[in-house]
């Protein structure tokens, strides 16, 4: 990580407020979603595939 961050986000929507996001850890490539409502709140959950696992993206670090 050349940068010092360890999450990098991939996605950003936002519609009326709210805002749906997807982050990636850059050293275990598990994608988060994140959901924010506003000033009401949040939440932040791994991304998961059909069969439950966790879905992976590879992050390369720009030199």
């Given at each position: 990580?050349?940068d ?30 994140l ?17 439950g ?11």
């Amino acid at each position: 990580m050349k940068d010092g961050k360890r999450f990098v986000r991939i996605l950003k929507e936002s519609q009326w407020g709210d805002v749906s996001e997807i982050w990636v850890d850059r050293e275990t490539g598990v994608n988060y979603f994140l959901q924010s409502y506003g000033n009401v709140g949040c939440g932040l959950t791994p991304l998961l595939d059909r069969e439950g696992k966790p879905v992976i993206t590879e992050i390369f670090d720009e030199e």
